[in-house]
């Protein structure tokens, strides 16, 4: 965020990119708060936060969440490009905005990649709720 700060004093294409790193820098940053404390939260709750049995759910969605943020990584990526394309294609500051959204969305969408497949491999079990999941080993 403070080299956003620092670009704002630059010219107008540095000045949209940096825009975007503090906007996005910002957001991000209020996402991992609100993600810790839910967290905090939510082993407060278990008995065992530790506990296979507590984990595995867990890691499901937390799977499913990183799957879909890959895919809408993906599409501020395109966004950005868009930008680009269109506004961006005469006007500096709307080209440094596009490439701010390009750059955030690529760095993103290798964060959220590479932190699901490095989860464990687990699957629903079915049961009553189908809340319980069982170990996968790779072939």
């Known amino acids: 965020m403070l080299a956003g700060l620092g670009l704002l004093l630059l ?3 540095w000045r949209g990119f940096g825009l975007e790193a503090l906007s996005w820098g910002a957001a991000d940053a209020a996402i991992a708060a609100i993600g810790r404390r839910s967290m905090a939260n939510r082993q407060a709750e278990l008995a065992d936060p530790s506990d296979p ?3 595995r759910p867990e890691t499901l ?3 499913r969440l990183l799957w879909l943020n890959t895919l809408l990584d993906i599409l501020y ?3 950005g490009l868009g930008l680009n394309a269109t506004r961006g294609r005469n006007e500096p500051a709307w080209r440094g905005h596009g490439w701010g959204i390009i750059l955030q969305g690529a760095f993103l969408f ?3 990649l590479y932190h699901v497949l490095v989860l464990p491999n687990v699957t629903p079990v079915a049961n009553d ?3 319980e999941t069982r170990d996968v080993q790779p072939r």
């Open 77 to 79: 990526i395109a966004g």
């Open 129 to 131: 709720g189908g809340s």
């Open 53 to 55: 049995a507590s984990m």
């Open 61 to 63: 969605k937390l799977r």
């Open 11 to 13: 010219g107008s294409f």
């Open 110 to 112: 290798l964060f959220d």
